[in-house]
């Protein structure tokens, strides 16, 4: 038994509504045990959560990250935001998940929006990590200052196949800014060329905002994919489009804890996630 030990233990303190025991002890509640699907961003594919996944199902939560169109090794690069959305969809509904709780990161925050729309009875909460969540009729470069646009702009017209592949040096300081050059150096070994064209297209997302599922945001303080302040970010620029929702926030960049500290971002999430 995991006990909390109150050290205002006395008959001037029965504000406390937690159960106790005779020594003035508070019984911390048992763990809820949820259902989580994890969905990646861009530059990434589902191998990105195996640290996560890992410690969330040693706690004893059920885990599924669904791989989605146009991401992974030798996939076909020339897909659509909602062929992205269609692939997560089916996985839901080929696996009969329900009572889930659907986690977005980074572009996954645009993907879980039009999820969502297609089977919002079968979700439980949404979590967005450092996520995008979109306006109607907006694409994800309308939340990313121009300058970067124009940069992804050059990068997809020098490829063969529409994609954009990050140059180290932009990965480094955007993506995983608090990790060692060498930690560094790993992460973009599995670095992808991303589909540039799901990242341009404006979507239809007025049904998105009429579901009442309940909705969690979780910002690392240390991200530094976006500006912050000069309306852009991920908190509060883009969390508070989900009208009531619940707060996380903790250290970290946008990458990197997934494998330096994957039990503490696996306990963020929880704490966005549970009940």
């Not at 990161?105 to 439980?124: L, M, N």
């Not at 200052?145 to 990068?155: I, M, N, Y």
């Amino acid at each position: 038994m995991s006990y909390y030990y109150n050290p205002y233990y006395g008959p001037g303190h029965v504000w406390w509504s937690y159960p106790q025991d005779g020594r003035g002890n508070y019984l911390i509640p048992a763990r809820q045990q949820l259902t989580f699907v994890l969905v990646h961003g861009s530059w990434a594919d589902a191998h990105f959560w195996n640290g996560v996944a890992a410690v969330l199902r040693s706690q004893g939560h059920i885990v599924y990250t669904p791989e989605y169109a146009g991401h992974g090794i030798n996939s076909n690069k020339n897909v659509t935001h909602a062929m992205i959305t269609k692939s997560v969809v089916d996985y839901i509904k080929q696996m009969q998940l329900q009572d889930f709780i659907l986690v977005g990161h980074s572009f996954g925050g645009s993907v879980i929006q039009k999820v969502a729309e297609q089977v919002p009875e079968r979700i439980k909460r949404l979590v967005f990590w450092d996520a995008f969540v979109l306006k109607d009729g907006e694409a994800v470069v309308d939340e990313i200052p121009p300058q970067t646009v124009q940069g992804f702009e050059q990068l997809r017209a020098m490829s063969a196949d529409d994609t954009i592949m990050l140059p180290f040096d932009i990965f480094r300081a955007l993506f995983v800014n608090t990790a060692t050059t060498e930690d560094a150096k790993l992460f973009y070994t599995s670095v992808l060329p991303e589909p540039a064209k799901p990242l341009f297209e404006k979507l239809d997302l007025k049904k998105f905002y009429t579901l009442q599922i309940p909705k969690s945001y979780v910002y690392f303080y240390q991200d530094n994919v976006l500006p912050q302040g000069e309306g852009y970010g991920w908190n509060p620029h883009m969390s508070n489009r989900l009208g009531l929702f619940r707060l996380i926030v903790g250290d970290g960049d946008h990458f990197t804890y997934t494998r330096t500290r994957p039990a503490y971002l696996a306990q963020k999430i929880f704490e966005a996630s549970r009940d």
